[in-house]
């Protein structure tokens, strides 16, 4: 046991210093199942082992600043067994059937990283057979309830795979308290059953839950992706000496340059930079050279960004994009309007309202 808790520490501080920015969950369902063991030790002198499957279900309704918390529920069956040379039966495999609900709370470390307990309570329905699956004596003659409640309690670590598909694994003791586990009550301690567990989960969208705020497929405004495609071909024409109609060229960069100028002008761009970096203490993030997106380490001065504005009520905030001069203007024009479009989809992802975001 030592050695997982060793290895999920690792494995938690490998994962955090690569990626600090997390992906909102709130309002999503996911659904799952897991396979696992069970180790059981009762008054049978053997340590048992058995097999366990799970069906899962879990829905976030709360994630704020890397905590999340939500429901989950499970259902499963697994064996319990053991074996002593001392007792007639010398082995026993007793079903498990359960069913849990309760609350789940999880910190991310990361996109790809959550450590996470649940707590909840549990049904729980046993059944103490022999090796041919006949039950065994006190559970023949009913002399104790095979039915009982307790307490659901599980630690477990989540991994991201994919955008929607998520790994995880977990410890979860199912009996603590009942000594009939093995059909017989003797001995100074009760009966203890510890489940391993190891699955997948798939996130979507709950039907019934608010609509995400987060588009990842979020258009551009008009006529940027028709930009993008002249850019190209106006800087392929002019790095290359060919007999291009330099007259084409040039009506293709005026369409170019009316484009540009139903946005706001420089001046008016740059009062507003200087106005809001004053107030946000410069709130400034710098992108690697010619990318639409942020170095791991700029993520830090995001993040802070993001609790100054959602700490601030009935605000609004403009996003700027900006890029050097190196490249054409048509080229570093659309590639500032794109950065832009970045920082406006990591604050909806992280719950900002897009009303209160203005490009």
């Not at 039966?89 to 996109?111: R, V």
């Not at 990283?113 to 006190?138: A, M, Q």
């Not at 699955?199 to 588009?215: I, Q, R, T």
């Not at 330099?246 to 009316?258: G, M, R």
Request: no cysteine; aromatic share 12%; net charge negative.
């Amino acid at each position: 046991m030592r050695y997982i808790f060793l290895l999920i520490i690792f494995l938690t501080t490998v994962i955090t210093a690569q990626d600090k920015h997390t992906l909102s969950q709130s309002g999503k369902f996911s659904i799952g199942g897991d396979v696992g063991l069970t180790f059981t030790a009762s008054d049978y002198e053997s340590l048992g082992a058995g097999v366990i499957l799970r069906g899962v279900g879990n829905y976030i309704l709360i994630d704020r600043n890397q905590h999340m918390i939500g429901l989950r529920g499970y259902g499963g069956y697994g064996i319990s067994s053991g074996s002593d040379n001392r007792f007639t039966p010398g082995e026993f495999s007793t079903d498990l059937y359960m069913l849990a609900a309760g609350g789940t709370y999880s910190y991310s470390f990361s996109e790809n990283i959550s450590p996470f307990i649940f707590l909840g309570l549990r049904f729980l329905h046993f059944s103490p057979k022999d090796t041919d699956g006949n039950s065994l004596p006190n559970n023949a003659a009913n002399s104790y309830d095979k039915n009982i409640f307790n307490l659901a309690i599980e630690f477990g670590i989540k991994f991201r795979l994919s955008e929607n598909l998520f790994g995880y694994g977990s410890i979860n003791p199912i009996s603590l308290t009942n000594d009939y586990i093995d059909d017989r009550a003797s001995g100074d301690a009760k009966d203890l059953v510890v489940a391993l567990h190891f699955g997948l989960l798939y996130s979507f969208n709950a039907p019934w839950s608010k609509e995400s705020k987060y588009d990842a497929d979020e258009q551009l405004p008009s006529g940027v992706e028709d930009r993008e495609a002249k850019e190209e071909k106006l800087i392929e024409e002019e790095s290359v000496e060919t007999e291009v109609d330099k007259e084409v060229i040039d009506e293709e960069k005026e369409e170019l340059t009316e484009i540009d100028e139903t946005s706001e002008t420089a001046d008016e761009m740059t009062n507003i930079v200087t106005e809001l970096s004053g107030k946000l203490n410069t709130g400034v993030v710098n992108f690697d050279y010619g990318s639409t997106e942020l170095n791991r380490m700029e993520y830090v001065e995001l993040d802070r960004l993001y609790n100054i504005i959602a700490n601030s009520e009935n605000s609004q905030w403009r996003i700027i994009g900006y890029t050097d001069n190196v490249e054409p203007r048509e080229v570093h024009q659309s590639l500032a309007i794109q950065r832009a479009y970045f920082v406006l989809r990591y604050f909806m992802s992280k719950g900002i309202e897009r009303e209160d975001l203005i490009l």
